[in-house]
């Protein structure tokens, strides 16, 4: 898809042009290609595009996900795209996920306190928030019907052989940051996944035709 000026804050623009979505290997591209595939036909047939990012926890690579994917719709000008995310069972938003989030670029607000608090996350200062908290999948927050399910962790995606109101299901999964908690490196994991998941999502919403 052709890249239009965006008005994504700057920060958050410059990481997205250091990625380099070309370097991913042929592994993952075949990986990714249902999902390229899925976005190209709900664009080709004005549908909207729903993606809920599956995990165990909702509370790391599901998060992670979904943050980059709304932002590189919105990079790529990619319109009626809402993503969302969601576990098998729900937590809270891991506080490092923010602290990546923020250090990427990213405008990061606490709307609320207690065990699972809702985050404000933006990409751009006239940019609709995304709300991100803990969810299971199914929660009535989420679509019911019409969306592609993304499973971002093998738990998970084993653990959910059918996801009602699916128009597909694509493993896309990532290894866990959560095993380098408390850990001298756990700033430069998290930061690494985040990079990761982006380059990706980058990767598939460049491939889209409007």
């Known amino acids: ?20 979505p070309e370097a991913l290997l042929e592994e993952r591209r075949t990986l990714l ?5 899925y976005i190209q036909s ?10 809920n990012f599956i995990c165990t926890h ?14 590189l719709a919105a990079y790529h000008n990619l319109e009626n795209v809402s993503c969302y995310s969601g576990g098998t069972e729900a937590t ?4 490092v996920v923010a602290e990546t989030f923020k250090n990427s670029g990213l405008q990061i607000e606490k ?21 991100g908290f803990s969810k299971t999948f199914d929660d009535p927050f989420n679509p019911r019907s019409g969306f592609a399910a993304v499973m971002t962790c093998s738990q998970a995606d084993e653990g959910c052989p059918f996801i009602a109101g699916a128009d597909l299901r694509v493993p896309m999964t990532f290894e866990d ?10 700033m430069e994991k998290y930061r690494e996944r985040s990079v990761q998941i982006a380059t990706e999502l980058h990767y598939v919403f460049s491939r889209i035709n409007s």
């Not at 809270?92 to 506080?95: G, Q, S, T």
Request: overall charge negative; charged content about 20%.
């Open 1 to 20: 898809m052709t890249e239009m000026p965006s008005n994504l804050f700057p920060e958050i623009e410059n990481q997205i042009k250091s990625l380099d």
């Open 33 to 37: 290609q249902p999902l390229v595939d």
């Open 42 to 51: 709900q664009v080709r047939e004005n549908q909207e595009i729903r993606l």
């Open 58 to 71: 909702n509370s790391r690579r599901s998060h992670l996900s979904q943050v980059w994917a709304q932002t």
């Open 92 to 95: 809270a938003l891991f506080p």
């Open 111 to 131: 709307l609320s306190q207690g065990n699972n608090p809702v985050y404000s996350i933006k990409y751009g200062a006239n940019a609709h928030p995304i709300i």
């Open 177 to 186: 940051p959560k095993v380098f908690d408390n850990t001298p490196q756990q």
